[in-house]
Structure formats: C-alpha cells, structure tokens
C-alpha cells in the first residue's frame, strides 16, 4: 500500500488525519523514541522526522533552535537514518523525512533517497526544492517508490499550483498562511478559498500545515483537508511539560 492508499484507506474511518513532527536528536534520540511511542499510541496518524540542518528557513524560531541544538550536540545524518530505521519497523504506520535539499544533495540525491527507502521511509517534504529544479529528486523518488511531498501556499499562482500538483505525490502540504512556523494560524475564509484552489488541481489528499495547534483548528479543518500537520505546539508542549503534558495534549485533539 503506497502512501495515497494509506491516506484514502485511513480515511474511510477518521474526518481528519494528525501528522506531527519532531526533530531528530532533540533533546536527544531516546526521548525522540519515547515521544513516537506515545504518538502512536494517541493515534497520530503520520509522523515526520526533521533532520536537523544550519539553515532550515521555513521554521520558526523553537525548532530552529531545535534544529541547532541537536546539531550542536552532533547529530548526523546517519542517527536520523538509523531512528527511520528502527520506529518504521516497529510502528505500523508512514514515517517521512523532512529537511533542506543541500542535506540531500551533499549526500549526494539518489543514494540518500535509496537510504530512506531502505530504513523504511515512504516520502520526502524538501520545502526548498522548486518543481523546475528538482529533476533528479523526483527521478530518485519515483525509481525509489518514494513520494516527494510538495508544497502549497497561499501566495502560489493557479499556474504554479498545476505545475506543483503534477510534480509531487503521495499528497500535498498546504501551508496555512505566509511566514514560518511556530505562530498561531487564523483559519478563515481565505483559508477555505485556498483549499478550494488547492482542490481544482489535484485529488490526491492534502495536509495542512503552519500554526495548526488546537483542537478547534482540527475542527475547523474536518471535511476540507484529509491531515492536519502539528509541529511546533507538540515541541512547545514537551518542553513545558515532558511526556505526560504531550500525552494529554494529543488526547484532548483526538
């Protein structure tokens, strides 16, 4: 079953998906381990593993920080690899890299996508790779049965939204508003304007993502998207409150 199956067929029995996110080696990989477990066991539906990069631009500031201080305490890509490995082979449900193409590219594009496939990943959300520039990304992952998950954004052009919708796979990202993470979205009519334009182009699922954080939001976004993306209100909970905040954190969305 490829990534879309899995979306469609999980679907039949939830209104709306929760794909969280966490940053490899922050605080460190044994709490990333307990922190999935508890994820799946609160019934989170997709997981995405950030690989911590210098420069990751799309993110606010709490996971840049994460970003720096896993990296500081040296985290490599190799860890991360390993991680993908050993909770895709326990957990019965995707697990995704998210990072910046130059961790790809100075690894060097098919041989990393080949790794990822191998640890047991599914698919890929690169938020600097263009559609136009990314010919060798996207071989790699459709000769590696990998989905490059693309990115959708308000500001994008009904033109450049077909030509994103013909490139990416597995389903598609719509970022909620301009900015980075880490800030409250207000979801409103635009919002729904923007998933009505996302839908014309494509019937794969869609996700959206930035600043989704309460249960009101999970509300709102029921019958419009398939996934809701939580990243930063997840790495803000653990660290107010450890394993038990975040537990009840994920209960109360469900």
Do not use: W
């Not at 919708?165 to 409250?184: H, I, L, P």
């Amino acid at each position: 079953m490829n990534l879309t199956e899995y979306i469609r067929e999980k679907r039949k029995t939830k209104d709306i998906l929760c794909m969280a996110h966490l940053v490899c080696g922050y605080p460190d990989f044994a709490a990333n381990k307990e922190v999935i477990r508890i994820m799946v066991e609160m019934g989170v539906d997709l997981i995405e593993l950030q690989i911590p990069f210098s420069e990751p631009t799309a993110d606010g500031p709490m996971i840049l920080k994460a970003n720096q201080l896993s990296l500081q305490r040296g985290t490599r890509v190799r860890d991360c690899l390993s991680l993908m490995r050993e909770v895709s082979s326990q957990y019965p449900i995707p697990f995704l890299f998210m990072t910046y193409y130059n961790i790809l590219f100075s690894r060097g594009v098919d041989a990393f996508v080949q790794e990822t496939r191998q640890a047991g990943g599914v698919g890929f959300i690169i938020p600097d790779i263009p559609p136009e520039e990314g010919e060798e990304y996207f071989n790699a992952c459709h000769n590696n049965y990998i989905s490059p998950i693309l990115l959708m954004t308000p500001t994008t052009s009904p033109q450049r939204l077909s030509l994103i919708a013909e490139a990416g796979d597995g389903f598609f990202y719509c970022v909620a508003r301009k900015g980075v993470t880490g800030a409250q979205t207000h979801l409103s009519q635009e919002t729904d304007e923007f998933i009505r334009r996302c839908r014309k182009v494509t019937d794969l699922p869609l996700a959206m993502g930035l600043g989704i954080s309460r249960r009101e939001d999970l509300d709102y976004l029921r019958g419009k998207v398939d996934i809701a993306v939580i990243g930063s209100a997840i790495l803000r909970t653990f660290e107010q409150g450890g394993y038990q905040a975040l537990q009840s954190f994920l209960e109360k969305l469900s």
